[in-house]
């Protein structure tokens, strides 16, 4: 282990503006050949030993689901109760059989990767931080000045509705394949919205009713070879704030899930595609459905890990402007666990910090006297 290194908050500030201005991202520390990772990606004592004491090499890993008969009459409702088991015990499964192509996900994929590995004075137009919540902005960690420390990762961050960008707007060298593979991610998304409602025993048409699937974010991720991968991050542990999450990615791992009180490494499922539920997801399912805690280790390898993330939010919030638990799954025996939140609460609550698990939910959490 390195010595700790020691900076005040003024030198910190000036090493991140220094590392963002100048629009090199992770890779391009990467790619230099450095040998030790700079101060701002130094991670605490405690979320580094944490790394080593409780990751587990769980026998069953995620759940699997196969969706292939999907549309018979015989296995349709084992497919609901798999999807509505795995959505409450674990938070995150993977879906096989989806109906994307093989080589839609590889051509995502090599799109991304291809982005990425641009000469640094062409992704350099893209890079910004005014632009969260819409357009297309590429950057090195969302949240460099709100976290406690930088992650060993870069993004692409494409929202691609309620307010598509245009297309010119779009990196040229990935714009086909993003703007395809949004379509493929939201039908699968759907799907699995299906699944999720009748699990509830609502009908298969509410969620997306409720327009559920109808914001999207597509995320573009590169996790590049780490010098120390014991020193950092690729991702901290997090809950994401919406609905559901779907996943692709390549071979190269890193992916964790909390499971209880252990850490379970996410094996690359060759093509398969990973759904996880959000903490907007577990309020208005009234905790049926849970969010759970899931980081990315730096990346330990000599090739790239990369994820393309679909991040699935509604675009109409209810009249008043507040949402909570769906008064359909409430009941004297099953009283409402949340209080209702805004708009406003939910926005401020995700980009007034860095990321972190569950603080939505635990704000609007209902206490009750024993």
């Known amino acids: 282990m390195a010595a700790a290194v020691t900076t005040t908050s003024s030198d910190r500030m000036e090493q991140l503006k220094e590392f963002d201005e100048s629009k090199m991202g992770v890779k ?32 069953t890993g995620i759940p699997v689901v196969d969706l292939s008969n999907l549309h018979s009459d015989f296995h349709r409702p084992r497919i609901v109760e798999q999807i509505r088991e795995a959505a409450s015990s ?3 499964f993977h879906v096989v059989n989806h109906g994307v192509p093989v080589s839609v996900l ?10 990425h590995e641009q000469p640094r004075e062409e992704k350099a137009e893209y890079y ?6 819409h ?9 460099l000045y709100r976290s406690q420390a930088a992650c060993w990762h870069d993004s692409l961050q494409l929202w691609m509705s309620p307010q598509p960008p245009k297309a010119e707007d779009i990196p040229e060298v990935c714009r086909r394949q993003v703007v395809e593979w ?4 939201k ?20 969620f997306k009713e409720l327009t559920f699937s109808d914001a999207r974010a597509v995320v573009g991720i590169i996790y590049p070879p780490c010098p120390q991968p014991d020193l950092t991050m690729g991702m901290t542990s997090h809950t994401d704030p919406g609905t559901i999450t779907v996943l692709l990615q390549n071979q190269v791992p890193g992916l964790q899930v909390k499971h209880g009180d252990a850490w379970v490494d996410v094996k690359p499922l060759p093509g398969g595609l990973i759904i996880n539920m959000g903490d907007f997801l577990q309020i ?18 000599n090739e790239h890990r990369l994820s393309i993330v679909t991040f699935f939010n509604l675009t109409k919030w209810r009249e008043l402007g507040t949402y909570g638990p769906l008064p359909e799954l409430l009941s004297p025996e099953k009283p409402a666990l949340y209080r209702d939140f805004t708009l406003q609460q939910f926005y401020d609550n995700f980009y007034s910090k860095g990321l972190d698990s569950k603080s939505l939910i635990d704000k609007i959490k209902i206490t009750t006297s024993s």
């Open 106 to 115: 590889d051509e995502t994929i090599a799109a991304i990767r291809a982005f």
């Open 28 to 59: 391009g520390l990467s790619d230099s050949g450095v040998s030790t990772i700079p101060s701002i990606f130094l991670h605490p004592p405690e979320t580094l030993s944490d790394l080593k004491s409780s990751t587990t090499s769980c026998s």
């Open 284 to 301: 208005v399912s009234n905790g049926e459905y849970r969010s759970v805690q899931h980081r990315v280790l730096a990346n330990a390898t």
């Open 187 to 206: 039908k699968v998304a759907d799907t699995v919205m299906e699944l999720l409602s009748l699990g509830l025993g609502l009908e298969a048409g509410k």
């Open 135 to 143: 357009g297309v902005m590429y950057a090195s960690n969302n949240d």
């Open 182 to 185: 949004d379509v493929h991610a």
């Open 90 to 92: 674990w938070g995150f």
């Open 128 to 133: 910004k931080r005014d632009q969260e919540g």
